[in-house]
């Protein structure tokens, strides 16, 4: 696992915003697996920046979605799908049409979970996924003690995260939906190349035991030290409890500068 340590938030987004245009450089019909939340934005930003500077051309790229509410209809404006549509598929000029997503309205949730894997496999599978990670070491909404081998599927979400959501629906938890599907773990660490990006101070806990502690389900997002090419970039608030983090900024001040992230 590598670890990047930057400035700020903005640094960070643009960091990994020139890793994705590197990405569709090279592979222009690429598969971006995208997150929802504030953290992302400013790579959505600077990502969006670069097409409207001509630097990246986006118009065979295609996005897959990490999570979403069961229940809400698609075009719910809290829905991930609509907020994905406004955050990110609308300023990269990418269309419906690219968009992969799970059914969270679907009559047989299970099945529709297993047939959103299949569509990612068919896909070609994710080229590389954008995490977020929570207080408690989760990624997409595989909370803690979910298996590391976990395939999509549903999942009850818990009063806090559901208290914390509530900001986004008028400020009424009766409106959060109590279940999510989310893509597992499992389905995460299929992704050729995983970027987790966390700032703020609230997230040192989770990023020291992601990186320095050890693999173990009570802290999902651990399960990337299982992965062959996965980067973690933090700002110096959310590295603040790293032991290692002089060596992770002198690693990274040498690393050849081809390699990318």
């Known amino acids: 696992m590598e670890v990047v340590i ?46 409207r500077a001509g630097a990246v051309d986006t118009s065979r790229a295609r996005i897959a979605q990490l999570d979403e ?5 698609a075009d719910h404006p809290e829905s ?3 907020v994905l549509r406004r955050e990110v598929l609308e300023p990269l000029g990418i ?16 099945a529709a ?8 496999a068919a896909a070609g599978g994710v080229d590389l996924q954008l995490l ?23 999942k009850t979400l ?5 208290v914390d ?34 700032t703020g101070e609230g997230k040192a806990d989770a990023v020291a035991a992601t990186v320095e502690g050890p693999v173990a389900a009570v802290c999902p997002a651990s399960a990337l030290q299982l992965h062959p090419h996965a980067t973690v970039v933090v700002d110096e608030a959310a590295a603040a409890k790293l032991k290692l983090a002089d060596y992770f900024r002198h690693a990274y001040a040498n690393k050849p500068e081809w390699q990318g992230i």
């Open 6 to 51: 930057v400035p700020d938030a903005a640094a960070g987004g643009e960091l990994i915003a020139e890793a994705m245009a590197q990405l569709l450089r090279r592979k222009p019909d690429a598969l971006l697996g995208v997150a929802t939340g504030s953290t992302p934005l400013p790579v959505y930003q600077a990502l969006a920046a670069k097409v």
């Open 69 to 73: 509410y069961v229940g809400l209809p």
């Open 80 to 82: 991930y799908r609509s």
């Open 95 to 110: 269309g419906m049409d690219a968009f992969l997503g799970p059914d969270g309205t679907a009559e047989d949730i299970q």
């Open 113 to 120: 979970c297993e047939a959103y894997d299949r569509r990612l």
């Open 132 to 154: 977020g990670i929570g207080t408690d070491g989760h990624i997409g909404f595989n909370e803690p003690c979910s298996s590391l081998a976990s395939r999509t599927r549903i």
């Open 158 to 162: 818990t009063e806090q995260t559901r």
């Open 165 to 198: 959501n509530a900001r986004f629906f008028e400020g009424d938890i009766e409106q959060v939906p109590h279940h999510v599907v989310t893509q597992g773990i499992g389905t995460i660490l299929e992704a050729r190349h995983l970027v987790l990006l966390a």
